[in-house]
Nanobody, 123 residues
Framework: QLQLVESGGGLVQPGGSLRLSCAAS????????IGWFRQAPGKEREGVSC????????VYTDSVKGRFTISRDNAKNTVFLQMNSLKPEDTGIYYC????????????????WGQGTQVTVSS
C-alpha cells in the first residue's frame, strides 16, 4: 500500500521552529519529487516547497523563502521541512505529496498525498 505519513506538527509561538517529516511506505520515495503544501482555514491549499528526486533542485513559495528549508534523506525514505521564524500566517494543515514529474508547486501534478499534520503558530 502506497502511503505518505507526515509528522512533527504542533503548537509553537511566533518566531519558533518546527521540523516536519514525510515518511513513505510502499514505494521508493527516491524516485519522486516531494512537495509540501498547506491549507489554512477558509483558504485554498497552497504550495510551500518541493524538492526534486535527486535533491538538487528546490522550490519555495515567496512567503517562506529564507525561513523554510526542504531536504531529503533517500536512504531513510524521508523528506523534511525545517521551518524557522514561524509566523501566525504559517498556521494550517501541512501535507506532503509525491509525483514522478519534475519539481513544481502545482498541486494538480501530485499523485500521492499524506493525511496532513497541523501546525499552529500562536502566542
Amino acid at each position: 500500500q502506497l502511503q505518505l505519513v507526515e509528522s512533527g506538527g504542533g503548537l509553537v509561538q511566533p518566531g519558533g521552529s518546527l521540523r516536519l517529516s514525510c515518511a513513505a511506505s510502499g514505494f521508493t520515495l527516491a524516485y519522486n519529487t516531494i512537495g509540501w503544501f498547506r491549507q489554512a482555514p477558509g483558504k485554498e491549499r497552497e504550495g510551500v516547497s518541493c524538492i526534486s528526486a535527486d535533491g538538487l533542485y528546490t522550490v519555495y513559495t515567496d512567503s517562506v523563502k529564507g525561513r523554510f528549508t526542504i531536504s531529503r534523506d533517500n536512504a531513510k525514505n524521508t523528506v523534511f521541512l525545517q521551518m524557522n521564524s514561524l509566523k501566525p500566517e504559517d498556521t494550517g494543515i501541512y501535507y506532503c505529496a509525491g509525483t514522478g514529474l519534475l519539481a513544481t508547486l502545482n498541486s494538480g501534478s501530485y499523485k500521492y498525498w499524506g493525511q496532513g499534520t497541523q501546525v499552529t503558530v500562536s502566542s
